[in-house]
């Protein structure tokens, strides 16, 4: 039932206040039941292809149906409003995920990075001698060739800690490192 149709009065189109006559399945639909409903995708060769949503205009003073309002969406247009927001999900999860794999990259690289490297010293650590010494043997097996290995102590150095402290020790450990550095 129509309280005002945009349609010309003298139109064939018009619907008089309370007239069903034109109605389609989907706004009959929404009249008798008197709660909202929304259509298929109609396909009208004028129209094109559309949505229609239709919602009951009810007077809370007595509960009384007095109207419909109608609605329609352009199929074509929500579908490439979806498909717009599909691709910029799609391209912010890709973002998201280069992210997370350069962040975990950079994460494990520091790892690996920090546990060949000792903090004190700047030399490699033992995991690091191990890891190359393995490489080493493995190359002079493979090439029949020799390599030198030099190994150092640092006589007393439990006196150094013991007398003069661990900062003072972690200042020789350090500079020790600095000369074998500068004499490789």
């Not at 994460?107 to 690091?128: P, V």
């Not at 020790?176 to 004499?183: G, K, N, P, T």
Request: charged share 20%; with cysteine.
């Amino acid at each position: 039932a129509y309280v005002l149709d945009g349609e010309d009065p003298q139109s064939d189109l018009f619907s008089p206040f309370g007239s069903t006559d034109v109605m389609n399945p989907t706004e009959l639909m929404a009249y008798e039941l008197k709660q909202p409903v929304a259509s298929d995708v109609e396909v009208d060769p004028n129209w094109g292809t559309f949505l229609t949503g239709y919602a009951p205009i009810i007077d809370y003073r007595d509960n009384e149906m007095i109207g419909l309002v109608g609605v329609d969406f352009s199929a074509d247009f929500l579908q490439q409003r979806f498909t717009r927001i599909a691709w910029v999900i799609f391209l912010g999860f890709a973002l998201f995920a280069i992210f997370l794999s350069l962040l975990l990259y950079i994460t494990i690289h520091t790892i690996h990075t920090r546990a060949s490297i000792d903090e004190l010293t700047g030399l490699g650590s033992k995991r690091c001698f191990k890891k190359r010494f393995a490489e080493l043997l493995k190359e002079a097996e493979r090439t029949n060739h020799s390599f030198v290995l030099l190994m150092l102590d640092v006589d007393d150095f439990k006196a150094i800690n013991d007398v003069h402290g661990h900062l003072l020790g972690d200042h020789v450990l350090y500079q020790i490192a600095r000369a074998i550095e500068q004499a490789l």
